[in-house]
């Protein structure tokens, strides 16, 4: 197992055109460098499930958050470059600061869990569900009528709203016109 302990610096990423893209968490300790690869919506349920471990679990709910550290120039060959299948969230009240265990297809079939560990701060939690929130929304946009990703062209395939017969569809509240 590696374990990084509390974390230098800490962002998510999307890397390609939308429709194409592939994402991962970006990790910098003492200048060893991670690159943990989620699929989008292993992502986005990240993102939510640290806003929800932080809103009740934190004895810090509502106070200000410390700046942090970006984690600025990243190599293309990290030190650590893992593909989760699995990743569990905790929090140390003590320390105040959110635990990660990710586990990838080694440690899945082995005894040896998890394969990578790491801790990062309060701020940095809420930092991180908050590029990860922007990097998932960069995306596709979705069909107003069926709330299904439209392919390169902007057309939905298969939308069941596009083709006049259905009998009901979904109204976007978004901004976004």
Known sequence: ????G???AIDAEAIGEPGQRIFRIRVVKGGQYAAIWLEKQELAQLGR???QLLAEKSDERGQPVDIVNPVGIFP???DMDIQALRISIDFDVDTQSVVVNVDDETAMTSMERPSFSMSFSRSQAISLSSIIEVVVAGGRPLCKLCGQVLDIDGKCIGCPG????AKEFLISNSQED
Do not use: A, K, T, W
């Open 6 to 8: 509390l974390v230098d």
């Open 162 to 165: 596009s083709n006049g017969h």
């Open 1 to 4: 197992m590696i374990d990084f």
């Open 76 to 78: 293309s060959n990290p």
């Open 49 to 51: 499930s640290l806003s």
